[in-house]
């Protein structure tokens, strides 16, 4: 799905608002497809939308998603907390909210200084040498290119993520309500394939992995040998490709790395097997009568 970013008109959204439109979308889906169920995959903060979709679904009764991937997704924030905990006191987290309800949004690049923050030698410093004091000009990187496409978060889902995050809350059984509906992840039991990277400095890779033990289906975790964005990024054919892979969920994170193998190549030929084991049969595409307007719709051009 491809969201609207956010103004300050849209201050008051919600994770209630964004699982509406989620549902929405996904009931269209299988209306046009035919199909009663999907293969829902979400990454980043979109793994916390996602996983939240699905046990809103398991609560209801509704089996609408058959397979869940998570790419670099963090939902149980206990224990090491991942290293955003360092700018987190309670007295960060309530300016935080304070500074996104004055403005009505929480401006994608502030939230990018933040995550430069948790790596300055890489993320800060390197360029400042190398730019700055050096004369050079910035190394063309299409990976940074694409990631300062920045989006922004609406001041009311921005505060129930700081909650989420401070109370770890949703991995917290009833404690996050949806619409009168207590969501408890023990409650999705679908496949997953959940993705982490062994460098992400936002969302560590033991922290994707706890996570995962929150979910009760038949979890295949894979590690990535990289970043937040490039352990996502990364199609076959690289030479430098390569990933862990472990059947086992044992409860810590370090057992589960110590009994992995490690797999040259890229993570996405496994991936595309296993969500081919989970797609049903080919057949062909619908004939769709008719569009609401034409692509790529005017919330992209507004």
């Not at 990454?43 to 916390?48: F, L, T």
């Not at 790596?119 to 990187?141: E, H, M, Q, T």
């Not at 993520?161 to 309500?177: C, F, H, M």
């Not at 890779?205 to 289906?217: H, I, P, V």
């Amino acid at each position: 799905m491809s969201w609207r970013n956010p103004t300050a008109e849209q201050r008051e959204w919600t994770l209630a608002t964004y699982l509406r439109a989620l549902e929405e979308a996904i009931d269209t889906v299988c209306d046009i497809t035919g199909s009663a169920d999907v293969n829902l995959g979400g990454a980043c903060s979109g793994g916390i939308t996602s996983v939240a979709m699905s046990a809103a679904f398991a609560a209801r009764g509704i089996a609408r998603i058959h397979s869940l991937t998570l790419f670099v997704s963090v939902f149980d924030m206990a224990a090491d907390r991942t290293l955003l905990g360092v700018f987190a006191s309670e007295e960060t987290l309530a300016a935080a909210k304070r500074h996104s309800h004055a403005k009505g949004v929480l401006d994608g690049r502030e939230l990018g200084r933040v995550f430069n923050l948790l790596r300055p030698n890489d993320l800060i410093w390197s360029y400042w040498v190398n730019n700055y004091l050096l004369g050079n000009k910035p190394p063309a990187f299409d990976v940074l290119y694409w990631n300062n496409d920045t989006t922004r978060l609406p001041a009311a889902f921005h505060g129930e993520l700081i909650d989420i995050y401070r109370d770890n809350s949703l991995a917290t059984p009833g404690a996050v309500v949806v619409d009168g509906t207590p969501l408890d992840l023990g409650k999705i039991d679908c496949d997953a394939f959940v993705m982490g990277g062994t460098t992400d400095h936002i969302t560590p890779w033991d922290a994707c992995y706890r996570s995962s033990l929150r979910l009760t289906g038949n979890v295949e975790f894979t590690l990535s040998n990289s970043g937040h964005i490039q352990s996502i990024l990364n199609p076959p054919g690289n030479p430098k490709s390569s990933y862990f892979s472990n059947p086992d969920r044992p409860e810590s994170a370090a057992d589960w790395k110590a009994g992995a193998t490690k797999v040259a190549g890229s993570w996405w030929p496994r991936w595309m097997e296993w969500l081919g084991e989970r797609s049903g049969d080919f057949v062909d595409a619908p004939i769709i009568d008719a569009a609401l307007e034409a692509a790529p719709g005017s919330y992209v051009r507004g």
